[in-house]
């Protein structure tokens, strides 16, 4: 029972891992249909990062679901607790002082707010890549939404589950149209300042 829990104090904090890393975490969370890019620009933002010497991870949802999520199904009951034990899991990660860097289809506004609201507001950007179905599906190398329209995938969104759009986003890029570069530059325009957050 929690009640019989009594959180741990350590010595060493989170400011002194963002001291030592010389920069802050947070969390960067991409959220859109399948073949909207999350994974490509979660890839490419990691590389940059860590060119320039920040310490990151990327929390995938597809490996999540290949490992500590392998439990759980794809009903609004088995997405919300997959979304549940990811944020605490890149909670924990921001704690170590990484960047955490989130792909996550997390269809529901509700999941995204749990997202939020377990990982703290001040450490959580989200951004939503807005992709046209169609656009999606001709991306689509894995053959994901053709095996859902021929019924061979159950509950995939965008195809038999809703998907909703973010009432409000950290940052709204239009991955349909713009290249993975210029989507960069508009992820990096935002997250620069963050990034200094912790030089004191």
């Known amino acids: 029972m929690t009640s019989n829990l009594v959180h741990q104090?350590?010595?060493i904090s989170r400011k002194d891992r963002n001291?030592?890393?010389?920069?802050?975490?947070?969390?960067?969370?991409?959220?859109?249909?399948?073949?909207?890019g999350?994974?490509?620009l979660a890839n490419e933002l990691d590389k940059l990062l860590n060119i320039r010497g920040l310490r990151t991870y990327i929390l995938d949802g597809d490996n999540i679901r290949k490992g500590i999520s392998s439990d759980l199904d794809f009903t609004d009951k088995g997405r919300k607790e997959n979304i549940r034990r990811s944020s605490e899991i890149a909670k924990l990660m921001v704690d170590a002082g990484l960047i955490v860097i989130a792909s996550f289809i997390s269809p529901l506004e509700v999941d995204r707010a749990l997202a939020r609201t377990i990982i703290g507001d001040q450490d959580f950007i989200q951004i939503y890549l807005s992709c046209s179905l169609s656009v999606c599906e001709k991306r689509d190398v894995k053959g994901f939404y053709s095996k859902a329209r021929n019924g061979e995938?159950?509950?995939f969104?965008?195809?038999h589950s809703l998907y909703e759009i973010?009432?409000?986003s950290d940052i709204n890029i239009n991955?349909?149209?713009l290249s993975v570069e210029e989507c960069l530059d508009e992820i990096m325009f935002v997250i620069h300042e963050k990034?200094?957050?912790c030089k004191v």
């Open 38 to 40: 999350k994974s490509t």
């Open 157 to 159: 969104t965008g195809i």
């Open 19 to 36: 001291r030592q890393n010389e920069h802050a975490s947070f969390v960067v969370w991409f959220t859109g249909l399948s073949g909207s």
């Open 175 to 177: 991955s349909g149209e």
């Open 9 to 11: 104090k350590f010595n």
């Open 153 to 155: 995938i159950k509950n």
């Open 166 to 168: 973010p009432m409000k």
């Open 195 to 197: 990034l200094n957050v």
